[in-house]
């Protein structure tokens, strides 16, 4: 059988690894149509920035590799040009020489990635406005970073007048690939300003949690711009350019970067005549194939099933993508392997901090209408208090009210933030409740965590919701209800809420008869653990109380103000 493979990238190049592993007879073409395979596109960012400093560095694995270890046609700067589905033949152009040939296949796979969208703005064109997909335009990015070229000479690179290197940069776009060229650009030495059009970063994240994000871009000296998009460049009469926004605003730069999404590329689906799905990408099933059962597709041009609604999705992620790989090439190989389908797990470095989450958030659960889920805040430290360097690890974590299932989470901080989001997204993928969570055996020693793991203390809040232990409210179901606040008289002059009666937590016991039996009381505190402690001494009592979850430091960052 001959397999041919579009695309040497991410899923592509992955197929063909495992196929070759599963079956040494098999003929294999791998076609790629830029000069590389196998690179790790996620790094680009990191080579525009410096910490990965050679091209080289950026290749996972090579043409020369895929021929001699893995024994198969491998092709680069080999761009398909046409497909035959009724006749199973591909056609291929070499783009060095510009020869053009035919190859039959019995089957395909098709692995063509997502492409940065790049709007038909006026001045798009202009020198010095850069996108980020391949090896070369983070190669093309530091070129135009690094030059320093005199005004009496002009620029050779551009053919630009321009003085010395760029010192302001444009980002536009909040998503990942935006935030890792904000912090690179940030560590050259630019001063950066970060324009969106959604009036928040992360898009995967809850409002509430990229207000922390934002925060954290401000603290870094970013010009955050939300709420407004890009609407057009033009040369500044000084050198350099603008960056023309929707609200009428224009941002100098020496650098604008695209950021603002990607989208399926399409053009090797509708050569095949394969079936596009609602959300614009190849529609797949389970076993990789779509409408043409002699045509697979992988990675961030396929439609797959979301793993915890089941609704079709797209997840331009690299992680499903090589795993998308590995089952097509399965399948090819006669084995009945199955993808599961993703539930969006990702990670972000910014500056000295991560940013993750997996799983569903709460506004796509408003959006599809689901009702049954409850949330929670923590603050719990990222490893022992008593051990130096712990931090506050901010996580917001949702689960099913009806049975305690784990539906999703996210978690910022500056220290530990990768293993607790791998453990969650495993509960995910193991179908876990906050019951699981609570009885989670995690790794403890001083330097890395706790006893009770922040994990487990997500679990272990939760299982106190449903089990009524710890009734809970939100800032903002609050309403005009009442509330105790628990804290101590010296963090009231630090910020207080206006209306809240104070009663510290050592004073309570003594002073329950100034609480009204007749209203449902709302307790606050810091973190809302101390508010725990109040919850169960007022109900033990003979009080409605309820605890406000995630305390004034949820109050802090609540997406509505």
């Known amino acids: ?141 530091r070129k135009w970073l690094e030059r320093d070229v005199d005004r009496s000479v002009g620029n050779s690179f551009t053919g630009v007048d321009t003085v010395s290197k760029p010192k302001h940069a444009v980002v536009i776009g909040g998503g990942f690939i935006g935030l890792e060229m904000v912090e690179n650009l940030v560590e050259r030495g630019l001063t950066v300003t970060l324009l969106e059009k959604l009036n928040q970063v992360m898009p995967p994240l809850d409002p509430e949690m990229a207000r922390l994000v934002e925060r954290y871009l401000v603290k870094h000296n970013v010009n955050l711009e939300l709420s407004d998009g890009v609407a057009g460049f033009r040369k500044a009469s000084k050198g350099g350019l603008e960056v023309l926004t929707e609200k009428g605003k224009a941002h100098p730069a020496d650098l604008v970067v695209m950021a603002i999404g990607v989208k399926p590329e399409l053009a090797l689906a509708k050569m095949a005549g394969i079936k596009i799905g609602e959300r614009g990408g190849m529609r797949v099933n389970e076993q990789m194939i779509t409408s043409d059962p002699d045509i697979l597709a992988v990675g961030d041009a396929v439609e797959v099933k979301d793993f915890v609604t089941g609704d079709w999705t797209l997840i331009p992620l690299a992680g499903p993508a090589n795993r998308q790989g590995r089952i097509a090439a399965d399948v090819l190989a006669g084995r009945d392997s199955k993808f599961r389908g993703t539930q969006g797990t990702s990670i972000c470095k910014l500056f000295g901090a991560t940013i993750a989450q997996t799983g569903l958030s709460e506004k796509t659960l408003k959006r599809i209408g689901d009702t049954d889920y409850e949330k929670v805040y923590l603050y719990p430290n990222s490893h022992a208090g008593y051990y130096p360097g712990a931090k506050i690890m901010p996580i917001k974590f949702l689960f099913r009210k009806s049975d305690g299932k784990v539906l999703g989470a996210q978690v910022l901080g500056e220290d530990g933030v990768a293993k607790r989001i791998d453990s969650f997204a495993m509960a995910i993928q193991m179908g876990c409740t906050i019951y699981d969570l609570e009885e989670a055996e995690l790794s403890y020693a001083p330097p890395y965590g706790s006893a009770k793991d922040p994990v487990n203390f997500a679990g272990m809040v939760a299982a106190d919701v449903l089990r009524g232990d710890m009734p809970i409210v939100h800032w903002e179901a609050l309403g005009d209800g009442f509330i105790l606040d628990v804290r101590n008289p010296p963090e009231l002059e630090v910020e207080s809420v206006e209306g809240a009666i104070n009663i510290p937590l050592p004073q309570l016991r003594a002073r329950l008869g100034e609480l009204p039996r007749d209203r449902e009381i709302n307790i606050l505190c810091r973190s809302a653990q101390r508010a725990y402690y109040v919850t169960r001494i007022l109900q033990q009592n003979g009080f409605k109380a309820r605890n406000i979850s995630g305390g004034m430091l949820a109050r802090s960052h609540r997406a509505d103000g």
Request: one cysteine or more; aromatic letters at 4%.
């Open 1 to 141: 059988m001959k397999v041919i493979i579009m695309g040497g990238v991410a899923g592509g190049a992955s197929c063909a690894a495992r196929l070759r592993r599963l079956d040494e007879k098999m003929e294999i073409l791998l076609v790629e149509r830029g000069p590389y395979v196998s690179y790790a596109n996620c790094g680009l960012p990191y080579h525009v920035g410096g910490s990965i400093e050679n091209e080289a560095d950026l290749l996972v694995a090579t043409e020369q590799m895929f021929k001699v270890i893995f024994a198969m046609d491998c092709r680069t700067n080999c761009e398909v040009i046409g497909i035959n589905a009724a006749k199973k033949t591909v056609e291929l152009k070499n783009h060095l020489t510009g020869e053009v040939t035919t190859e039959k296949y019995d089957k395909l796979v098709l692995s063509p990635g997502a492409a940065p969208i790049r709007p038909p703005l006026e001045g798009i064109d202009l020198p010095g406005i850069f996108s980020v997909r391949t090896v070369a335009d983070a190669t093309n990015i």
